[in-house]
């Protein structure tokens, strides 16, 4: 049998299942996936025949011609067919013809028409007076995210705990639980604007719903994940329901329920543009909004673009985070050290049993 080739070789590790891949490779593979959609991006904006389905119209003619009704003005952006039959009318005419080059949609806009507004819109004022700075909406924007999935976190983390741990309150919970999740987040929006007005009330309560019902449910599948062994072992020496939650339980999901947080936080920011534009308008969505219809699609670009790049920096920071907080799963034992180098550095407290001999033998 001949040996397979080197390449053979590397092919098969990096596409090997469940085989972990090396630095340089993980590394160029998350080069790659932001590479290539920025390329195809690239490709379908400057790339004349690769797309560009218009035509934008740079000098008219003359569009006083008897008899014809077609007419093109300087900066229209037409389709093909309609820019190719005003230039027979206007051959047929005797008139100069019209001059165009192909062009996109006004919605698509280039990179560096997006790039250029990701620093005119912090920069520029509101076009309008009353409308927010795109920093102001994006504040906005994190405190509705903040609150609402703070809340969900406060109620639906000990409601999943006990779920996965108790069959009794889970059944007692999860199938109302299991009801409601079904119902789309943002059919509550009457409600909660009825309920607590159009403030940010409202906002931060269909961000809650959105991510409070799921809450329950991912955490007590985790909760129900961890080794039974564990429990028998801490019941074997006595435990009580209320040392294994709080000694077993919570200790042994800690990493999962981390993991889970950080994948339903993203969740909370799917509703954030439903619920900023219930009740009175506000944060990124009310930009988008007003941008859209300022048709000034490069902010619309811009803003959709900030979205992302908060998501995918607070992900990476709490993944960084995780590192440290959890040691015996990254073996990063860098926090362990600091934590024992600080309590080298403290004075060493005397023992209480030599200070009370000490006090007896005074007297």
Same mark, same amino acid.
């Not at 195809?40 to 003359?62: I, N, R, S």
């Not at 007692?172 to 943002?186: G, H, N, S």
């Given at each position: 049998?001949?040996?397979?080739?080197?390449?053979?070789?590397?092919?098969?590790?990096?596409?090997?299942?469940?085989? $972990? *891949?090396?630095?340089?490779?993980? #590394?160029? &593979?998350? @080069?790659?996936?932001?590479?290539? %959609? +920025?390329?195809?991006?690239?490709?379908?904006?400057?790339?004349?025949?690769?797309?560009?389905?218009?035509?934008?119209?740079?000098?008219?003619?003359?569009?006083?011609?008897?008899?014809?009704?077609?007419?093109?003005?300087?900066?229209?952006?037409?389709?093909?067919?309609?820019?190719?039959?005003?230039?027979?009318?206007?051959?047929?005419?005797?008139?100069?013809?019209?001059?165009?080059?192909?062009?996109?949609?006004?919605?698509?806009?280039?990179?560096?028409?997006?790039?250029?507004?990701?620093?005119?819109?912090?920069?520029?004022?509101?076009?309008?007076?009353?409308?927010?700075?795109?920093?102001?909406?994006?504040?906005?924007?994190?405190?509705?995210?903040?609150?609402?999935?703070?809340?969900?976190?406060?109620?639906?983390? $000990? *409601?999943?705990?006990?779920?996965? #741990?108790? &069959?009794? @309150?889970?059944?007692?919970?999860? %199938? +109302?639980?299991?009801?409601?999740?079904?119902?789309?987040?943002?059919?509550?929006?009457?409600?909660?604007?009825?309920?607590?007005?159009?403030?940010?009330?409202?906002?931060?309560?269909?961000?809650?719903?959105?991510?409070?019902?799921?809450?329950?449910?991912?955490?007590?599948?985790?909760?129900?994940?961890?080794?039974?062994?564990?429990?028998?072992?801490?019941?074997?020496?006595?435990?009580?329901?209320?040392?294994?939650?709080?000694?077993?339980?919570?200790?042994?999901?800690?990493?999962?329920?981390?993991?889970?947080?950080?994948?339903?936080?993203?969740?909370?920011?799917?509703?954030?543009?439903?619920?900023?534009?219930?009740?009175?308008?506000?944060?990124?969505?009310?930009?988008?909004?007003?941008?859209?219809?300022?048709?000034?699609?490069?902010?619309?670009?811009?803003?959709? &673009?900030?979205?992302?790049?908060?998501?995918?920096?607070?992900?990476?920071?709490?993944?960084?985070?995780?590192?440290?907080?959890?040691?015996?799963?990254?073996?990063?034992?860098?926090?362990?050290?600091?934590?024992?180098?600080?309590?080298?550095?403290?004075?060493?407290?005397?023992?209480?049993?030599?200070?009370?001999?000490?006090?007896?033998?005074?007297?």
């Amino acid at each position: 049998m001949n040996p397979p080739k080197p390449n053979q070789k590397r092919r098969v590790k990096l596409w090997a299942v469940r085989s $972990p *891949l090396s630095r340089k490779a993980s #590394t160029s &593979a998350t @080069f790659l996936a932001f590479i290539l %959609p +920025f390329l195809t991006w690239c490709l379908l904006a400057y790339v004349p025949f690769v797309w560009h389905p218009l035509v934008l119209v740079q000098a008219p003619g003359d569009s006083n011609i008897p008899g014809t009704y077609s007419y093109l003005a300087q900066g229209q952006r037409v389709e093909k067919s309609e820019f190719d039959g005003r230039n027979r009318e206007l051959v047929a005419a005797g008139k100069p013809k019209a001059v165009g080059v192909a062009a996109n949609p006004i919605y698509f806009q280039a990179p560096d028409e997006v790039a250029r507004a990701l620093y005119t819109a912090f920069t520029t004022a509101p076009e309008r007076d009353g409308d927010l700075w795109l920093h102001e909406s994006l504040l906005q924007s994190i405190k509705v995210i903040l609150l609402g999935f703070l809340w969900s976190a406060v109620f639906g983390i $000990p *409601l999943g705990v006990l779920g996965g #741990t108790f &069959a009794m @309150f889970s059944r007692l919970t999860e %199938p +109302f639980i299991d009801f409601v999740r079904y119902m789309p987040a943002p059919v509550f929006g009457a409600l909660a604007v009825t309920i607590f007005g159009l403030g940010e009330e409202p906002k931060v309560t269909i961000i809650f719903i959105g991510t409070f019902f799921q809450m329950v449910l991912v955490v007590a599948n985790t909760t129900r994940s961890l080794d039974v062994s564990l429990l028998h072992a801490a019941q074997t020496l006595g435990a009580g329901p209320r040392q294994l939650v709080f000694n077993v339980v919570l200790p042994g999901i800690l990493p999962a329920l981390y993991r889970d947080m950080r994948i339903l936080l993203g969740w909370a920011w799917t509703y954030l543009v439903v619920a900023e534009l219930i009740g009175e308008k506000s944060g990124l969505s009310a930009f988008i909004y007003q941008q859209q219809r300022y048709r000034h699609f490069d902010n619309v670009y811009a803003a959709i &673009a900030i979205i992302g790049v908060i998501g995918l920096l607070t992900d990476q920071a709490l993944a960084l985070v995780a590192k440290y907080l959890f040691p015996w799963e990254s073996g990063n034992l860098a926090l362990v050290r600091l934590g024992r180098g600080l309590r080298r550095s403290l004075p060493a407290p005397k023992p209480a049993a030599a200070e009370s001999l000490l006090t007896i033998g005074d007297e």
